[in-house]
């Protein structure tokens, strides 16, 4: 890595969201046409998502302001009710946030002092005297593949799939082993791992989540957070090879992980189906003929601009430097280093700041030589660190019900798509019990199909996804709750978080 820090100084806005959960099992929901507060959603939606603004934080309580997705604050008033708008003083809106020993939280207005508490329904900030009542549970508002990296080893959470174990000892979060799907079931935590088993309180991996895989999490804002079980165990790097396992003597807080979305990376391939992958001398050929390390690069793209970074293994990235050559020598801000995406039936045409298109030279070089994108500027472009999907759209995860005949994708929790590679672009999506996703007339899905069938996947954003369905549509989020195939147009429902 020489000296490269891979992780993000700076928390981005998606690991400061939470929700929060009253005594009741409730979460916290602002009504935006009546700009009032409640308590009375059962589930993690997009109107129970917060994002905390901290603007003085300490070991055990932080100053913070609670804002919506709306852009709105959460706002405490003198006679004791909560409502939802703007601030109209420095301090209007400010919570003293503290952490407790049981993964709770308080929130206690800094003006009258008086603590944020809900009755199951109502939400108000009436008493000073500290009791059960105030107490709140936040729940990380990311999507569930999440990479944990634990600051102190400065090293990725990797799934050991042979051993069974989990070690703390991967530099770079490229391969899929390193991510986790988060689970939330009855106020606690399950990690399951890439290979669809279940980190445990004993030194093994579960076949299926119970009560010794069930964790409590405990979360401080900027995406921070320790899994114990709740008996005074935590889960921390342990030995010489940093074996994840349950002990009672973490050191200088090795048993935080800084939780994050699982990053993508992909793999690309010239029209004569070479990788495109970085050599010595940090050039950039279209020549090698087998997947190497080098030849995998993490997709960072900005949905707004279409603009697209691509980041090696070394932590340097893809740019285009004199005489239109590419190297693999780039920092974060250079111009030089984002390029334009085009997409063409599921390959990628990525063109310079210098408005030339990127192909593969006679000398196997990768370089910015076209005026005109041509077939030998489209790259077949494929996900190296995932052999599944869970997807998120406005309404919630894509899964299965036994309450519905047909896929839906208003649910809390997702079932995982698994991705069978056809040609470029194209994946068939086979369903958790091996069977496929089957279409009907009206454009519905069904997850029990016989037959496989072509899907084409086009990246929007980092983390962001188009599906392209066989009957010539784009998967869409519908708001009663059923996953359809029947848009033309790529429109918000149909942008998918993975």
Same mark, same amino acid.
């Given at each position: $890595?020489?000296?490269?820090? *891979?992780?993000?100084?700076?928390?981005?806005?998606?690991?400061?969201?939470?929700? +929060?959960?009253?005594?009741?099992?409730?979460?916290?929901?602002?009504?935006?046409?009546k700009?009032?507060?409640?308590?009375?959603?059962?589930?993690?939606?997009?109107?129970?998502?917060?994002?905390?603004? /901290?603007?003085?934080?300490?070991?055990?309580?932080? /100053?913070?302001? +609670?804002?919506?997705?709306?852009?709105?604050?959460? @706002?405490?008033?003198?006679?004791?009710?909560?409502?939802?708008?703007?601030?109209?003083?420095?301090?209007?809106?400010?919570?003293?946030?503290?952490?407790?020993?049981?993964?709770? *939280?308080?929130? #206690?207005?800094?003006?009258s002092?008086?603590?944020?508490?809900?009755?199951g329904?109502?939400?108000?900030?009436?008493?000073?005297? @500290?009791?059960?009542?105030?107490?709140?549970?936040?729940?990380?508002?990311?999507?569930?593949?999440?990479?944990?990296?634990?600051?102190?080893?400065?090293?990725?959470?990797?799934?050991?799939?042979t051993?069974?174990?989990?070690? /703390?000892?991967?530099? /770079?979060?490229?391969?899929?082993?390193?991510?986790?799907?988060?689970?939330?079931?009855?106020?606690?935590?399950?990690?399951e791992?890439?290979t669809?088993?279940?980190?445990?309180?004993?030194?093994?991996?579960?076949?299926?989540?119970?009560?010794?895989?069930?964790f409590?999490?405990?979360?401080?804002?900027?995406?921070?957070?320790?899994?114990?079980?709740?008996?005074?165990? $935590?889960?921390?790097?342990?030995?010489?090879?940093? @074996?994840?396992?349950?002990?009672?003597?973490?050191?200088?807080?090795?048993?935080?992980?800084?939780?994050?979305?699982?990053?993508?990376?992909?793999?690309?391939?010239?029209?004569?189906?070479?990788?495109?992958?970085?050599?010595?001398?940090?050039?950039?050929?279209?020549?090698?003929?087998?997947?190497?390390p080098?030849?995998?690069?993490?997709?960072e793209?900005?949905?707004?601009?279409?603009?697209?970074?691509?980041?090696?293994?070394?932590?340097?990235? +893809?740019?285009?430097?004199?005489?239109?050559?590419?190297?693999?020598?780039?920092?974060? $801000?250079?111009?030089?280093?984002?390029?334009?995406?085009?997409?063409?039936? %599921?390959?990628?045409? $990525? #063109?310079?700041?210098?408005?030339?298109y990127?192909?593969?030279?006679?000398?196997?070089?990768?370089?910015?030589?076209?005026?005109?994108?041509?077939?030998?500027?489209?790259?077949?472009?494929?996900?190296?660190?995932?052999?599944?999907?869970?997807?998120?759209?406005?309404?919630?995860?894509?899964?299965?019900s036994?309450?519905?005949?047909?896929?839906?994708?208003?649910?809390?929790?997702?079932?995982?798509?698994?991705?069978?590679?056809?040609? #470029?672009g194209?994946?068939?999506?086979?369903?958790?019990?091996?069977?496929? *996703?089957?279409?009907?007339?009206?454009?519905?899905?069904?997850?029990? %199909?016989?037959?496989?069938?072509?899907?084409?996947?086009?990246?929007?954003?980092?983390?962001?996804?188009?599906?392209l369905?066989?009957?010539?549509?784009? +998967?869409?989020?519908?708001?009663?709750?059923?996953?359809?195939?029947?848009?033309?147009?790529?429109?918000?429902?149909?942008?998918?978080?993975?």
């Amino acid at each position: $890595m020489d000296g490269v820090e *891979w992780i993000q100084r700076h928390p981005r806005v998606e690991d400061l969201r939470v929700g +929060l959960i009253s005594w009741a099992g409730t979460y916290l929901t602002y009504e935006s046409c009546k700009n009032t507060v409640t308590a009375t959603a059962k589930s993690l939606g997009r109107r129970q998502t917060w994002e905390l603004l /901290v603007s003085n934080e300490h070991d055990t309580q932080a /100053v913070v302001r +609670l804002k919506s997705l709306q852009g709105l604050y959460l @706002l405490c008033e003198a006679d004791g009710s909560v409502a939802y708008g703007r601030p109209r003083t420095s301090h209007h809106g400010c919570f003293l946030l503290r952490f407790h020993r049981n993964s709770k *939280w308080t929130l #206690q207005c800094l003006i009258s002092g008086r603590y944020l508490e809900s009755n199951g329904e109502d939400v108000f900030c009436n008493s000073r005297v @500290l009791s059960a009542y105030h107490m709140w549970t936040p729940q990380p508002a990311l999507h569930v593949h999440v990479i944990l990296y634990n600051p102190i080893h400065r090293c990725y959470a990797r799934t050991d799939p042979t051993m069974g174990r989990v070690w /703390v000892d991967a530099e /770079v979060p490229c391969l899929e082993e390193c991510g986790f799907l988060l689970h939330f079931r009855d106020g606690c935590y399950h990690l399951e791992t890439s290979t669809h088993h279940f980190l445990s309180h004993v030194d093994r991996l579960f076949s299926q989540p119970s009560s010794q895989t069930a964790f409590h999490m405990q979360v401080r804002p900027g995406g921070l957070v320790a899994l114990c079980d709740g008996e005074g165990g $935590m889960l921390y790097p342990q030995g010489t090879h940093l @074996l994840l396992g349950l002990g009672s003597n973490p050191i200088r807080g090795e048993e935080w992980f800084i939780l994050q979305h699982c990053p993508t990376w992909v793999t690309l391939r010239s029209k004569a189906r070479r990788f495109i992958s970085i050599t010595y001398g940090k050039k950039v050929h279209g020549t090698s003929e087998r997947l190497i390390p080098m030849s995998m690069f993490q997709f960072e793209c900005n949905s707004d601009n279409s603009t697209l970074q691509l980041r090696s293994a070394t932590g340097c990235y +893809l740019a285009q430097r004199r005489h239109r050559m590419v190297m693999a020598d780039g920092h974060p $801000m250079e111009p030089e280093t984002f390029f334009r995406v085009h997409w063409s039936c %599921g390959k990628i045409i $990525m #063109q310079s700041s210098n408005g030339r298109y990127l192909g593969i030279a006679n000398n196997g070089l990768l370089m910015a030589n076209a005026t005109l994108p041509g077939s030998n500027e489209e790259f077949a472009i494929r996900l190296a660190n995932r052999t599944f999907l869970a997807l998120r759209g406005r309404y919630g995860y894509v899964g299965s019900s036994s309450d519905h005949d047909l896929i839906q994708c208003n649910m809390d929790q997702p079932d995982c798509i698994h991705l069978l590679p056809c040609r #470029q672009g194209i994946y068939h999506f086979q369903a958790q019990g091996g069977s496929f *996703w089957s279409i009907t007339s009206f454009g519905s899905f069904r997850p029990w %199909g016989k037959f496989a069938l072509n899907f084409c996947i086009e990246l929007h954003g980092s983390n962001l996804l188009t599906v392209l369905a066989p009957n010539g549509f784009y +998967l869409r989020a519908d708001r009663s709750g059923t996953l359809l195939a029947d848009s033309e147009d790529i429109t918000k429902e149909c942008i998918w978080e993975f």
